[in-house]
């Protein structure tokens, strides 16, 4: 991974996302953040969507629980 350039790492993310594999996405992600040609937009965004996916991945709704 740590060949591709950050927007590059971003659109596969993107990609992976969209087609719902979330674990891989979630890495390509946290790898376009640390890229060191990464901006701070890409860095933002990539952050925000790993945060998301976890939010989402870890939704649990407590009145379907206990009918």
Excluded: H, T, W
Excluded at 17 to 24: L, S, V
Excluded at 28 to 33: E, G, N, S, T, V
Excluded at 42 to 49: D, E, Q, V, W
């Amino acid at each position: 991974m740590s060949a591709d350039s950050a927007k590059e790492l971003l659109e596969k993310a993107e990609e992976l996302r969209r087609n719902c594999r979330f674990g891989e996405a979630i890495n390509f992600y946290r790898a376009a953040a640390q890229a060191p040609d990464a901006s701070e937009d890409i860095k933002r965004k990539s952050l925000a969507s790993v945060e998301l996916m976890q939010e989402i991945n870890g939704f649990v709704n407590v009145d379907l629980m206990n009918p």
